[in-house]
């Protein structure tokens, strides 16, 4: 009787320091994993959840996630349901996002780039609100390089191009996002 007791304690305790283990090996697991997850990853886990992107110093983006490439993401704008384009690189804070994430491999990625995106811009001609780190422009966008883009300046926010307008060169890594007009 004494010997059933004394294996049934040592039982007991063999089989709660397994769960400890078990437990810590998953939790050390779900660190390495959640240590390999990117904003991107987390931005496509996001799925229509409305967030505020915080980018430069007094910028918010109201949103849903439309798109997310490599070093982009695309919003559609909560007030007007216009498309808002933002860097990656330029985000400070994002609120109101899940915890959840969604890889590289899975829906809402794009395999274009911040280029490529840009270039749509300018193909379609329309004329949008550049935020960067030096201020605001408004004009359309005229030309995209592999780190710059030049720009048509429209410094009244005119629709055509007036005697006047400038053509500005904007280097990428200074654009924190791209907005309607």
Not at 35 to 48: F, I, K, P
Not at 61 to 68: A, K, S
Not at 69 to 89: E, F, H, K, N, T
């Amino acid at each position: 009787m004494r010997f059933e007791r004394i294996f049934e304690d040592l039982e007991g305790r063999f089989a709660h320091h397994e769960q400890q283990e078990m437990r810590a090996v998953s939790e050390d697991l779900a660190r390495a994993e959640r240590a390999q997850l990117t904003l991107a990853d987390r931005l496509r886990g996001a799925g229509t959840q409305r967030l505020t992107l915080h980018v430069g110093t007094g910028l918010r983006l109201d949103g849903t996630i439309e798109g997310v490439g490599s070093d982009w993401v695309a919003l559609r704008d909560s007030a007007g349901g216009q498309r808002i384009l933002v860097p990656l690189g330029a985000i400070a804070l994002v609120h109101g996002l899940p915890t959840r994430a969604r890889l590289p491999e899975e829906s809402l990625r794009s395999p274009l780039g911040l280029g490529s995106v840009l270039r749509e811009f300018a193909r379609d001609r329309s004329i949008v609100r550049l935020e960067t780190t030096a201020g605001g422009v408004i004009g359309r966008i005229a030309a995209v390089g592999a780190d710059t883009l030049d720009l048509h300046a429209l410094p009244t926010g005119e629709s055509v191009l007036v005697p006047g307008s400038e053509r500005l060169t904007v280097a990428i890594a200074a654009l924190q996002a791209v907005l309607p007009r």
